[in-house]
């Protein structure tokens, strides 16, 4: 959530302001802005609203200028509002800011009682105030003067800072919430993702916790909040800007589906030992002698995931597994420590609350893998051990690609503790390697039928209530289902337990609500019969997903989605892809801002 751009260099800026922006625009934002400076002034415009209403206005002002910051903003503190928009100005000093300052209340109060005046209700002004009262206090640099000010602030930050009286230099910090360095000729960037700024550079330097620095056209320079000179080396990124791009499908999100049989098959390419029945994981290192719990940590989708990722550890490696949402963590006090395993999934690698997980969890004496997609990101850095999904950037703030090469990655951990701890013969391990060798391909044939699933977006698309139904590792498939249709077409749906369904929402089952109903061959299958029966008893129309060949079903339900046969552990990655596909047709039938839903962010940085 929340995006920044920043620019020093031979160049105007505000073109590359706007340009990056827009390749952030993805992670969700409500008001946008820039702060140019020119001729020893900041030309400051701001609006409520898309970017798209900012460059009206930039449009109408004009503003020149070498040395520039940007900022969309999603809502936290404050209303969206031209004057909560960043960046914020005191005295010549403009920021931009994401993420949350937890004492911004006690440090407003104490700024008030001096006499200083706020004209936004945001907590980012607060850090322009105390910036501006260390450079008054006599801070000899705006470096230096960033560094004192952050003392007092308590919470998470990426914070970019110019000043109209050093107007050759941007000051950058990073606290729990992501920044990135980009190192060019003449010229360097910053940013909140890699994107923004992949167009002009692949040599990129990721902020660590606690760090200030600055960038200057000549070059850069990192600090610790003590003052201690930081040095490191940059990282070159190899995935293109053009991998970011729609490639002729009408939205990103509908890309990124047709994406995942790729996808799928890079998170596993290079991972599989067919001859020895293994799995490689780089330099993650797990003692599975003395592996005695492991706790999987997410959020959103990646929760579902996760959700997943407990019925296949614990049925292919038979270790005891605990699935906890980010938020609710460590706030009971969770009972982890040596000899357990924390799983962190997350997307972006720089979720706020599944971050704030891993830290509690390395406090408490546990491992931690993290499984992400961002190489680099936080929780990868803050983590003992790195699985990465290979998935490539994804745009569309309903993550689909993201989601299914977590499934892939979650079944190599399986396997891979599996074999390690014994409790998966070398048999049954090739077995299922051949299985999930084959899903990308089974993959491809499900989006394949992609027409049908329109068809049945236009039938069922007017419902104001869906519900979704499935039983063990499908059951999370129903959850995911269900928050994709009302992620991005903004109606009401219900995941459920099949077998829970008679425990209170049958009440709600007539001739108007559409029931999915996924139901392929294997454990379960025949009380999954029966909970669709008394769907029907009751006048639901049933949207069935099954196995290729399945006759009992179609015999029953109102419509019918096949999927190919395969193993009941991998059924999930090919069980989502109708209830994807479905959720995407019936928001663009409804007309919604699918890439962008409202209210939404793709990387929630704020707790």
């Known amino acids: 959530m929340c995006g920044i751009v ?13 340009e990056g922006l827009k390749r952030l625009e993805y992670r969700g ?85 001096q006499g200083r005046k706020f004209s936004s209700e945001t907590d980012p002004e607060i850090v322009a105030h105390l910036i501006d009262e260390a450079l ?22 990426a914070i970019v800072v110019l000043w109209e009286k050093d107007p050759e230099r941007i000051v950058v910090a990073k606290n729990a919430s992501p920044l990135v360095l980009g190192l060019g000729e003449g010229e360097n960037f910053v ?36 003052g201690k000179p930081i040095t490191r080396a940059p990282k070159q990124i190899t995935w293109s800007a053009v991998m970011a791009e729609k490639a002729g499908y009408k939205h990103f999100m509908l890309k990124e589906i047709h994406e995942q049989p790729r996808a799928v098959t890079d998170t596993l390419r290079g991972r599989l030992e067919l ?72 997307q972006s ?92 391909a089974k993959m491809q044939e499900v989006i394949g039928g992609a027409a049908q699933i329109h068809v049945l977006a236009r039938r069922y698309g007017q419902a104001r209530d869906f519900l979704f139904l499935g039983r063990g590792i499908n059951y999370p498939i129903a959850l995911e289902g269900a928050l994709k249709l009302k992620e991005i077409s903004y109606l009401h749906a219900e995941g459920y337990p099949a077998g829970e369904m008679k425990h209170g929402p049958i009440a709600l089952i007539d001739e108007h609500l559409p029931v999915v109903v996924l139901a392929p061959q294997g454990p379960g299958y025949e009380k999954v019969l029966s909970n669709l029966q008394e769907v029907k008893a009751r006048e639901g129309k049933v949207i069935a997903v099954v196995t290729r060949g399945d006759a009992e079903v179609g015999a029953l339900a109102d419509e019918v989605v096949l999927i190919p046969p395969t193993s009941p552990w991998l059924q999930p990655l090919l069980t989502v892809l109708p209830l994807q596909l479905l959720a995407y047709h019936i928001a663009d039938f409804k007309g919604t801002d699918v890439d962008q839903p409202r209210n939404l962010a793709k990387s929630v940085t704020v707790e």
């Open 6 to 18: 920043g620019y020093v260099g031979p160049r105007q800026c505000t073109p590359i302001l706007i």
């Open 29 to 113: 934002y409500d008001s946008a802005g820039v702060a140019v400076l020119e001729g020893g002034t900041t030309r400051l415009v701001r609006t409520r609203g898309k970017l798209s209403a900012l460059e009206t206005l930039l449009a109408e002002s004009k503003p020149t200028g070498t040395v520039g910051i940007g900022h969309t903003r999603w809502a936290t503190h404050g209303r969206p509002s031209e004057e909560n928009a960043h960046p914020h100005r005191v005295n010549g000093v403009s920021v931009v800011h994401n993420g949350i300052i937890e004492n911004h209340m006690t440090l407003r109060q104490r700024l008030q009682g």
């Open 275 to 346: 001859e020895e029945a293994s799995v490689t994981l780089e330099d993650v290192a797990i003692n599975t002698k003395t592996l005695k719990k492991l706790y999987l940590v997410a959020c959103g989708t990646s929760w579902h995931a996760a959700l997943c990722g407990k019925f296949l550890i614990e049925g292919i490696a038979r270790i005891p597994v605990e699935v906890d949402l980010g938020s609710e963590f460590r706030y009971r006090d969770p009972l982890i420590g040596k000899g357990d395993l924390l799983v962190a999934v997350s």
């Open 136 to 157: 008054q206090g006599g801070a000899p640099t705006l470096l230096e003067a960033t560094r004192r000010a952050l003392g007092q602030v308590e919470g998470a930050y």
């Open 349 to 440: 690698g720089e979720t706020a609350d599944t971050l704030a997980a891993v830290r509690e969890a390395k406090q408490k004496g546990g491992k931690v893998l993290a499984i992400a997609n961002v190489v680099d990101s936080s929780i990868p850095r803050a983590s003992d051990w790195s699985l990465y999904t290979h998935a490539g950037p994804e745009i569309g703030v309903a993550s689909t690609k993201a989601f299914t090469t977590q499934l892939a990655a979650l079944t190599l951990l399986a396997i891979h503790l599996g074999r390690r701890s014994g409790a998966l013969s070398p048999e049954s391990a090739r077995q299922l390697q051949g299985e999930l060798l084959a899903i990308p």
């Open 191 to 226: 940013a909140s993702d890699v994107p923004a700024i992949l167009a002009h550079t692949r040599s990129m330097l990721f902020l660590e916790e606690g760090e200030v620095g600055e960038i200057t056209r000549a070059g850069h320079q990192l600090i610790d909040l003590k």
